[in-house]
């Protein structure tokens, strides 16, 4: 079956320093993958999509490579804040219209000042 | 305006009960869905409707009934409810191409003692 994998453990960086999550899957063959944040309490919030046939994506301070050869996603926080501290979640979707975005267990990540 | 918005918030029942969670999203968008995070973090898919019809079922038990009455609505009736129905449940909007975002309300914390 379809499983996806993040870091289990939580993420404890210095501010200032980049983070990088990792997010590993097997079993299945995205054309989509995403990232979203969701902070205590709240609903997770989109942050980028990148597609099958790109490597890379950045939008501001953040950067998300996409490998479907090692089926791996890294997401990267450069200059890192203590307002980046939440949980990220990675998510794979297919080319069907009508098709189900399947989530990760997420990476809480801590960022102190 | 919130985009996606669900009601309530916190709900706590005794088992064996019957609940609802009410969803409305106004996005416009055409598919919706129900997700399940349990208390370790897993967003897990429920239900999803495009057009007010059952596009998905993950295997849900049959006393979880969900009810599109318009695009815009997506409710989930709960029936005889258990312990292990306590979680956060999560509705969500998106169009129903698969390179865009899924939009999240901000959770049903549901306890059931």
């Known amino acids: 079956s379809q499983k996806i994998e993040q870091n289990s453990e939580a993420l404890n960086i210095q501010e200032g320093k980049t983070a990088t999550l990792t997010c590993n899957y097997t079993n299945y063959s995205p054309a989509y993958l995403q990232w979203y944040r969701q902070d205590p309490g709240r609903g997770p919030v989109f942050l980028l999509l990148?597609?099958?046939?790109?490597k890379e994506k950045r939008k501001e301070r953040l950067k998300v490579t996409f490998d479907t050869t090692l089926k791996q996603s890294l997401f990267h926080i450069t200059a890192s804040q203590p307002a980046d501290s939440a949980t990220y979640l990675c998510?794979?979707?297919?080319?069907?219209?009508?098709?189900?975005?399947?989530f990760g267990q997420g990476t809480t990540l801590q960022v102190k000042p | 305006d919130t985009a996606v918005s669900q009601t309530p918030k916190y709900l706590v029942t005794q088992m064996g009960n019957d609940k609802s969670i009410k969803c409305e999203q106004n996005?416009?968008?055409?598919?919706m869905y129900w997700y399940k995070q349990d208390s370790k973090k897993f967003l897990k898919i429920m239900f999803s409707?495009?057009?007010?019809?059952?596009?998905i079922n993950e295997t849900v038990p049959n006393r979880f009934s969900p009810k599109s009455p318009d695009k815009a609505h997506l409710n989930l009736h709960i029936n005889s409810l258990e312990l292990g129905d306590s979680a956060v449940y999560f509705c969500a909007s998106s169009q129903d191409t698969p390179n865009t975002e899924a939009f999240f309300g901000q959770g049903t914390r549901l306890t059931v003692v």
């Open positions: 998510a794979l979707r297919g080319s069907s219209n009508t098709g189900k975005l399947i």
């Open positions: 409707y495009n057009n007010k019809e059952l596009i």
């Open positions: 990148i597609r099958e046939n790109e």
């Open positions: 996005l416009g968008h055409d598919t």
